[in-house]
């Protein structure tokens, strides 16, 4: 699980160079929205020759591909990159479990042509169409590469009609929906950036929202809100404290033979024990230099 993925443009040399020391626990080399039509193939080339040839040791690495309706990039991006073997794909305008099995059916072609493991290479779809949308469980569930879901609100709320504001009213149904549909598929879920680069206040906000209705982390397109997505997505010293506390007293009433213990007040059931592993599973994996 990452708590923050950045968004690197596959024509921006500068910024594919700097991107494992911009502190995001992952990095979204885009080979799709970011690009124009006529520099395809130069952007494909050059994060080729990025992955290729710098060190993203430090950080999870997904290439965003060009969607497999209306164009032959996305053949195109698979077949230059997978060989490289980065941590996932990123399928865009994903619309149903028959568009990732498609992927993912050419993953695995390129995978046996190279010799490389079978499946190493997940995938994170791009959900950002009204029908996509209606077919996120679907779309998490479609194939054992799928291990999470990401959320696109500028295009869906273009599909949706809907206007599209800072204070995200009109996603609230379609960040539920992503979440429940992550969950039961057994999947991590990523929220949508946050556009206003300049409102810090603003990013922490809505990435305090995406938190609370369960999403595993966001994505930024600005560096400068990577810390703050980072911050609001790792558990605070607080959190760390009640966690321990909350294992402690499971131990003691294990020791005792009791069925149930109270602390501070408050019955101690088993989605708070979860949420107390969870909570010490992030804070751990942080503390060792990664937050997958």
Known sequence: MLRSMLFLPGNNPNMLLNGDVLGADGVILDLEDAVAPDDKDAARILV???LTSLD?????????????????????????IIPLRPDRIMPTKVQDADYVKTVAQKIDEIERRHGLPEGEVKLIPLIE???????AFSIAAAHPRVTAIFLGAEDLTADLRSARTKESGEIAYARGRMVAAARAAGVDVYDTPFTDVN???????????????????????????VGGIN?????????IHYAHEVLQAIEEAKAQGKGAISLYGKMIDAPIV????????????IRGGKSR
């Open 199 to 225: 409102d810090d206040e603003g990013l922490i906000a809505d990435a305090r929202t995406a938190k609370a209705l369960g999403f595993s982390g966001k994505a930024a397109i600005s560096p400068r809100h």
């Open 56 to 80: 993203y040791s430090r950080v999870e690495v997904i290439v965003r591909i060009n969607a497999i309706d209306h164009t032959g990039f996305w053949e195109q991006d698979l077949e230059e």
């Open 231 to 239: 911050q609001v997505f790792s558990p605070s010293e607080d959190e």
């Open 129 to 135: 169409t009204a029908l996509g949308l209606e077919n």
């Open 274 to 285: 979860q949420r107390a592993r969870q909570v010490l599973d992030m804070a751990e994996a």
């Open 48 to 50: 080729r020759n990025a």
